[in-house]
């Protein structure tokens, strides 16, 4: 197996991977190795932020509601 040197980490960076090898329970390099394979592609999303978008986005483009009978209107709006 082949050996590699990373330069110029960001401290943050290397920061952030320490713990999630932590609290992963693994080294650091099986750490690194997991993510460049792509075995652990879960998306982080903080759901805070993402409401607090979603509520701003709905101000801005002033929807109603998205309820049963909205869309019940909509998928009949235009049928015989």
Avoid: Y
Wanted: avoid cysteine; charge should be negative; proline fraction near 6%.
């Amino acid at each position: 197996m082949a050996n590699l040197t990373l330069k110029g980490i960001p401290d943050d960076l290397l920061e952030r991977l320490r713990e999630s090898a932590k609290s992963h329970r693994r080294s650091l390099n099986s750490e690194i190795l997991v993510r460049l394979e792509g075995e652990e592609e879960e998306p982080r999303v903080n759901v805070e932020d993402l409401i607090a978008w979603t509520e701003r986005f709905q101000e801005r483009v002033k929807l109603p509601p998205l309820t049963d009978e909205f869309i019940e209107e909509a998928v009949n709006e235009g049928r015989p």
